[in-house]
């Protein structure tokens, strides 16, 4: 499919074949219907909060003539879904804060999960400890490039395991783990990021003497984890 860019295609690999699957926030339901084709998926659903996107996903289905085969619900996240219709959940291009929001909001479906597959567009790292907080841990992880930016994926899945240490938080436990190509590039970016918030703290007329220690420390852990 020309119109899967590499961000959706590092969500889609982390759902195994025959899966019952929920594309959540699906847009144009380009992955929901990768997912039914190419990906082996026995079931799909394609769901959107609203209805402009969801008409979107039915026009993008209707033309390629698997309306009849991959339902399209308007729903609020995971509460357009019954307990257990599916066991796979992708949620893809939204930040990680509203992520959790909606894993939390349907304590129902989501219990019942046998993974997620998440691609949050910022706050990774509190999204990662979110889920150990609730029962889940990361079990796979990727990264993809698209226009230049890189994007984490997260594969979850339920399970009680030890909280990482908090760089392993903010970088990936399986990312470090693993350092796949994209790594370097994605821990000197978080570098970067920190090394912008310390430039400007130093500079304020009442630096914070703690938080420049704080992050400080921080860039050196990251350092350290770097190759």
């Not at 499919?1 to 759902?15: G, H, I, P, T």
């Not at 993974?115 to 150990?132: G, H, I, K, S, T």
Request: aromatic content about 6%; hydrophobic content about 40%.
């Amino acid at each position: 499919m020309e119109k899967l860019d590499d961000r959706l295609r590092a969500v889609a690999s982390f759902v195994p074949a025959g899966a019952r699957v929920a594309d959540v926030g699906s847009d144009h339901a380009y992955l929901a219907m990768y997912l039914f084709t190419d990906g082996g998926a026995d079931f799909v659903i394609a769901t959107d909060k609203n209805e402009g996107p969801c008409e979107a996903a039915r026009a993008t289905l209707r033309s390629a003539g698997l309306l009849e085969k991959i339902p399209v619900r308007c729903g609020d996240g995971l509460m357009a879904l019954e307990p257990g219709e599916v066991d796979y959940v992708c949620i893809a291009g939204m930040g990680g804060e509203l992520i959790a929001h909606i894993l939390n909001a349907a304590p129902s479906v989501f219990g019942r999960l046998k993974r997620v597959v998440l691609q949050p567009m910022n706050d990774a790292p509190m999204l990662r400890a979110w889920l150990y907080k609730n029962g889940w841990h990361v079990a796979d992880e990727s990264l993809a490039e698209v226009d230049g930016r890189l994007y984490e994926i997260i594969a979850a899945e339920p399970g009680t395991e030890a909280v990482p240490e908090p760089v392993l938080l903010e970088l990936g436990p399986v990312l470090c783990s693993r350092k796949p190509e994209l790594y370097t590039r994605h821990v000197e970016e978080r570098i970067a990021k920190y090394q912008r918030i310390l430039d400007g703290l130093r500079r304020s007329g009442h630096p914070d003497i703690e938080r420049i220690r704080e992050i400080g420390a921080k860039i050196r852990e990251m350092e350290g984890k770097q190759w």
